[in-house]
């Protein structure tokens, strides 16, 4: 069977077993598609922009099991480059925050995650295109990581500002409550009732005030419980990656399962793997090929739309046979036409999916995809005889997706 390059540009799930979109797109591009078929539809935006570094940001790369059981990565992939414009990242963020607020429900909510660089200018883009009185919080977001500064004070705190779209909005503080065990209380008396339950307590204007340990309480506007170590398992390889606690209660406090999120800069996918792990339906766009190739890894088992760029397409190696009366079974034996010095065989392939094309869209009938967790892959799928064009989706270690379709099928 001949098998060559599709122009598809999108797969699509069965209906009903999608939990998001991702486009691999420049956000200026993906926003009018997006504002055509989900305006007004969105429960929670999350952005977290570059910062106007000068820096270029990297993302490690398993690729032989070894590396996998070491947690290192054998390849440094580029993941974006982070230009010191902050002329460019403002002009960019400002029509990326006009989309979003446009993608938003009536009650919806706005995250714009910044540090100290871009604050300033973030907070006037945000106040002009949202309204001034809008804003919500401004939640300093405290970490421990990085060196120390000995010229000026060390910089361990990011800025996110929380806006509203309407005075109508959803927001549930007490789903995002923590055991206040974890809350500093110095200046209060400790003491154990007669049932042996802790507590602080104050006395104040003449009223005792007392808290037990056991009881959860709001967190306030400075987050400085949500680190993620160096070698924190949850770390992608994705240099900016943050962690999934921060965007749990993000997505916790403004949404409810089933509501749709949205990050329009998703990086490592972070925000997506927060929403599905909370029943939350996502959107992510970005326009780092590495971006996608984290999302399949950290996702291996969630199925989403995807919308990506047709790419230059390696040869590929694939067999087809008949499995019983219904069933074809695929088999992928590797990448042809290789560069010198590049890997062959099968150790380029991160993922694939066997399925059909229906109205010029991919439909996924079986696929297999290496995760964070595990280097296993399986080199065969079988998918049904079904009366339409089979076709191939390839997704490689550099975050490149390719579709081929069989001829002769
Ligand atoms: C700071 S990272 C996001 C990190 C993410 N929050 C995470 O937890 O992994 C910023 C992301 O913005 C993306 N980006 C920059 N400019 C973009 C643009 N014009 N359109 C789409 N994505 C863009 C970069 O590719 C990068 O992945």
């Known amino acids: 069977m001949l098998l060559h390059t599709a122009n598809i540009t999108r797969e699509t799930q069965p209906k009903g077993e999608s939990r998001g979109l991702f486009m691999l797109s420049d956000v200026r591009d993906a926003l009018p598609a997006l504002i055509k078929k989900y ?31 070491s947690g290192t990565g054998s390849l440094t992939a580029r993941a974006y480059d982070d230009p010191a414009d902050i002329a ?39 106040d002009e295109i949202f309204g001034e009185d809008n804003l919500l919080n401004e939640i300093i977001w405290a970490y ?55 507590y602080s307590e104050i006395r ?25 170590q160096q070698k924190d398992p949850q770390r992608t390889g994705f240099e900016t990656q943050k962690p999934l606690k921060l965007l749990e209660r993000i997505i916790l406090c403004s949404t409810q399962p089933g509501d749709i999120v949205c990050d329009l800069m998703s990086g490592s996918g972070t925000t997506a793997d927060a929403a599905c792990a909370n029943g939350r339906q996502f959107i992510a766009v970005d326009m780092s090929p590495m971006a996608l190739f984290s999302l399949r890894r950290r996702l291996p088992e969630t199925l989403f739309d995807a919308v990506t760029p047709v790419c230059a397409a390696p040869d590929i190696e694939a067999h087809f046979a008949q499995e019983g009366l219904g069933d074809l079974l695929v088999t992928f034996s590797g990448f042809r036409g290789v560069t010198e010095g590049e890997e062959a065989g099968t150790d380029r392939l991160d993922g694939w999916a066997a399925g ?54």
């Open 144 to 198: 421990q990581t990085g060196g120390r500064a000995t010229h000026y004070f060390s910089r361990k705190h990011d800025t996110i500002f929380m806006y509203r779209k309407t005075k109508d909005y959803y927001f549930d503080a007490q789903a995002v409550s923590v055991p206040r065990e974890g809350v500093r209380a110095n200046h209060m008396k400790r003491g154990t009732d007669a049932d042996g339950r802790p």
């Open 204 to 228: 104040s204007a003449g009223r005792l005030y007392r808290y037990y340990d056991d009881e959860p309480v709001l967190p306030g506007d400075v987050w400085t419980d949500l680190n993620m």
């Open 39 to 69: 305006a007004g539809s969105v429960q929670c935006v999350y952005i977290d922009p570059p910062f106007a570094t000068g820096r270029s940001f990297d993302m490690r790369v398993a690729v032989h099991p070894e590396e996998w059981k």
């Open 88 to 126: 460019g990242l403002t002009k960019l963020l400002r029509e990326t925050i006009t989309g979003a607020r446009e993608l938003l429900r009536d009650d919806g909510l706005m995250f714009l995650h910044v540090d100290w660089r871009m604050s300033g200018r973030a907070r006037m883009l945000m």
């Open 356 to 409: 059909y094309i229906s109205n010029g869209v991919f439909v996924p009938a079986a696929q297999s995809q290496r995760s964070f967790r595990s280097p296993d892959i399986s080199l065969s799928l079988k998918i049904p005889f079904i009366d339409a064009p089979v076709c191939i989706r390839v997704n490689d270690i550099y975050g490149n997706t390719a579709f081929y379709s069989a001829e002769g099928t």
